[in-house]
């Protein structure tokens, strides 16, 4: 699964970049996770922040 041989610095091989990408994601909907329990807290300005993280990490894992 980790099988990263073959790519430089600059040009990672296209199973890192999966990885990258699935991680991305999967920090994503923690943060949504940890935003949706604020919320239930509760604790709107900590729910707005990581909902933003969340969104951020989507976005990006989306986007790449």
Do not use: C, I
Request: charged residues 20%; without cysteine.
């Amino acid at each position: 699964m980790h099988d990263f041989t073959g790519g430089t610095a600059s040009t990672p091989t296209p199973a890192a970049l999966a990885e990258a990408d699935a991680l991305t994601h999967l920090a994503g909907l923690l943060y949504a996770n940890a935003a949706h329990d604020a919320e239930t807290a509760g604790d709107e300005p900590r729910a707005r922040k990581l909902w933003k993280r969340a969104d951020q990490n989507l976005t990006a894992a989306v986007t790449a």
